[in-house]
């Protein structure tokens, strides 16, 4: 049926001109109301019609019902290129995603940073490299033979106590509580000469305050050749300490110790970095404890495969928490895996 009411061909003329106008859901959404809604324009043709003798009835009516059809297709039909039309938007958007571009005021908020160990470890890298020593790693989860045994410390021996161990459930498994484990791999799996550091993660099953912490970071060095002896241990020390601390006359101070793993055994201390008659870092004394250190033990060459009566070798382990207190002014060792953004913030 054709429409050819002239006021009927009015509003069409007048519909068509609005949906084209008509650029969102929400204003295709108000045209429905508006032309198909209970008091829209079509019901009020259906009351118009209503009042109508039956023959303009006949004519009228199909007419009207005509118009709402193409009102409802064209809406139809609008809403759904509306919608083609955003998503293929969102799929434009995903294809010519930029993961380059930056967006500087983002990044100007939340710029990221090294954490303390970091720049620590790649200070301490760089000089054990200059010196010619090579990165050696091991597993966190080691056993007892590892951690202990190889190391000279037997079941039974009292030198187990001094480092209180995390114990797995499956029996002989244990977090290494030092890295000297790393020590024992790479004597295993390699011949002298050997010159390795091994910065790591160790745990103690300890009670933490300001000064301990259950989980800490330390790193040896290992130096093992035929006549290796305290003279090497003094020197590598020495050029150590200073390049570490930027400092050409810091002092060395050796004092007799004991580490089951080295004969003899050696306490590391370093001149106060902080002054020269006694402060308060150094509880006046004028001397920092920096960690142990020695002359490999025979037993655990042997342990190790290592041939005692033809090689020998040193030994020496920093915490590195420590050395960041001192570099860093910290002063709580729980503050490094405490994940304090304020705290991570300074460096
Ligand atoms: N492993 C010892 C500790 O954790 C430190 C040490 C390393 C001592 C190397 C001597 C030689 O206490």
Same mark, same amino acid.
């Given at each position: 049926?054709?429409? %050819?009411?002239?006021?009927?061909?009015?509003?069409?003329?007048?519909?068509?001109?609005?949906?084209?106008?008509?650029?969102?859901?929400?204003?295709?959404?108000?045209?429905? &109301?508006?032309?198909?809604?209970?008091?829209?324009? @079509?019901?009020?043709?259906?009351?118009?019609?209503?009042?109508?003798? #039956?023959?303009?009835?006949?004519?009228?009516?199909?007419?009207?019902?005509?118009?709402?059809? %193409?009102?409802?297709?064209?809406?139809?039909?609008?809403?759904?290129?509306? /919608?083609?039309?955003?998503?293929?938007?969102?799929?434009?958007?995903?294809?010519?995603?930029?993961?380059?571009?930056?967006?500087?005021? $983002?990044?100007?908020?939340?710029?990221? +940073?090294?954490?303390?160990?970091?720049?620590?470890?790649?200070?301490?890298?760089?000089?054990?490299?200059?010196?010619?020593?090579?990165?050696?790693?091991?597993?966190? @989860?080691?056993?007892?033979?590892?951690? *202990?045994?190889?190391?000279?410390?037997?079941?039974?021996?009292?030198?187990?106590?001094?480092?209180?161990? *995390?114990?797995?459930? !499956?029996?002989?498994?244990?977090?290494?509580?030092?890295? +000297?484990?790393?020590? @024992? =791999?790479?004597?295993?799996?390699?011949?002298?000469?050997?010159?390795?550091?091994?910065?790591?993660?160790?745990?103690?099953?300890?009670?933490?305050?300001?000064?301990?912490?259950?989980?800490?970071?330390?790193?040896?060095?290992?130096?093992?050749?035929?006549? &290796? +002896?305290?003279?090497?241990?003094?020197?590598?020390?020495? @050029? *150590?300490?200073?390049?570490?601390?930027?400092?050409?006359?810091?002092? $060395? /101070? #050796?004092?007799?110790?004991?580490?089951?793993?080295?004969?003899?055994?050696?306490?590391?201390?370093?001149?106060?970095?902080?002054?020269?008659?006694?402060?308060?870092?150094?509880?006046?004394?004028?001397? &920092?404890?920096?960690?142990?250190?020695?002359?490999? =033990?025979?037993? !655990?060459?042997?342990?190790?495969?290592?041939?005692?009566?033809?090689?020998?070798?040193?030994?020496?382990?920093?915490?590195?928490?420590?050395?960041?207190?001192?570099?860093?002014? %910290?002063?709580?060792?729980? #503050?490094?895996?405490?994940?304090?953004?304020?705290? #991570?913030?300074?460096?």
């Amino acid at each position: 049926m054709k429409i %050819i009411d002239q006021s009927l061909l009015n509003i069409l003329a007048t519909w068509q001109k609005e949906l084209e106008q008509s650029t969102s859901d929400q204003e295709l959404e108000a045209l429905r &109301i508006a032309y198909l809604g209970r008091s829209g324009r @079509v019901n009020e043709l259906m009351g118009r019609l209503k009042k109508l003798p #039956l023959e303009e009835k006949r004519t009228f009516g199909p007419q009207v019902q005509q118009l709402q059809e %193409i009102i409802t297709q064209g809406l139809h039909t609008a809403q759904q290129k509306l /919608r083609e039309e955003s998503q293929e938007k969102e799929l434009s958007k995903k294809k010519n995603f930029d993961v380059t571009a930056s967006n500087p005021s $983002i990044f100007d908020k939340a710029t990221g +940073s090294l954490h303390p160990y970091t720049h620590l470890i790649e200070r301490i890298e760089d000089i054990f490299t200059s010196m010619g020593f090579a990165y050696a790693q091991g597993p966190e @989860v080691e056993t007892e033979w590892y951690n *202990f045994e190889a190391l000279n410390i037997p079941a039974d021996h009292p030198a187990r106590d001094m480092q209180d161990t *995390f114990w797995l459930t !499956t029996p002989g498994l244990l977090l290494r509580t030092h890295t +000297s484990s790393v020590q @024992v =791999h790479t004597m295993k799996t390699q011949q002298p000469p050997l010159a390795v550091f091994t910065p790591g993660r160790v745990f103690r099953h300890e009670a933490t305050d300001a000064t301990h912490d259950f989980m800490f970071m330390q790193c040896e060095g290992l130096l093992i050749d035929k006549n &290796i +002896s305290l003279t090497h241990l003094c020197s590598l020390l020495k @050029v *150590f300490m200073r390049t570490l601390f930027e400092k050409n006359d810091l002092s $060395i /101070r #050796l004092r007799p110790s004991y580490f089951p793993f080295v004969e003899p055994g050696l306490e590391v201390d370093i001149s106060c970095i902080f002054c020269k008659n006694g402060c308060a870092l150094c509880k006046k004394t004028q001397w &920092i404890e920096m960690g142990g250190s020695g002359l490999v =033990h025979p037993e !655990t060459l042997k342990a190790c495969g290592i041939d005692p009566t033809l090689y020998s070798g040193c030994a020496w382990g920093i915490g590195i928490e420590r050395l960041a207190m001192l570099l860093y002014g %910290i002063n709580d060792i729980r #503050l490094f895996h405490s994940g304090k953004i304020e705290f #991570l913030k300074q460096f």
